[in-house]
């Protein structure tokens, strides 16, 4: 496995979400000569794969973790993250330290919906677990 010409891409080419949505990468496998590698290839190593999120000038704006990663049925591995900030970036993604082609990929994230849980004294907001917010009322 040869991560510089390993391909990225967005499931369904869709870069486009709303904050607190499940975001979902395709990564291609290929060798070293560009051959495609399958789940039923014997791999020597699957890199760690390596996500940062930058502004539009390019400045860092997160590094997001991934909850999920595993093989697909079109021998793609997929990169699963939760997209938690609003705005226009780019995502670059790594693999053993060097850039998956492909990357950095467009990402805009919406604004998203917060679900309000109310008591009798105040309404306590919670962003799916990343963020709470308790207002008096």
């Known amino acids: ?5 390993c391909v990225a891409s967005w499931k369904g080419v869709r870069h ?3 904050a607190g949505s499940k975001a979902t990468l ?8 560009g051959n495609s590698i399958s789940k039923k290839t ?3 190593y699957l890199p760690d794969f390596k996500m940062s999120v930058l502004h539009e000038n390019g400045s860092v704006a997160s590094a997001h973790d991934i909850f999920n990663m595993g093989w697909i049925e ?16 780019s995502l670059s993604l790594e693999g053993g330290n060097q850039t998956l082609k ?4 467009p990402l805009k994230v919406n604004p998203g919906c917060v679900p309000i849980i109310t008591t009798s004294n105040c309404c306590i907001c919670d962003w799916y677990d990343f963020y709470f917010l308790l207002i008096s009322v």
């Open 16 to 18: 486009e979400y709303e």
């Open 42 to 44: 014997q791999v020597s």
């Open 74 to 89: 079109f021998d793609y591995i997929v990169i699963e993250f939760i997209v938690t900030k609003a705005g226009k970036f």
């Open 1 to 5: 496995m040869y991560p510089s010409v």
């Open 26 to 33: 395709m990564v291609l496998l290929k060798d070293a000569f």
């Open 102 to 105: 492909g990357s950095p990929l």
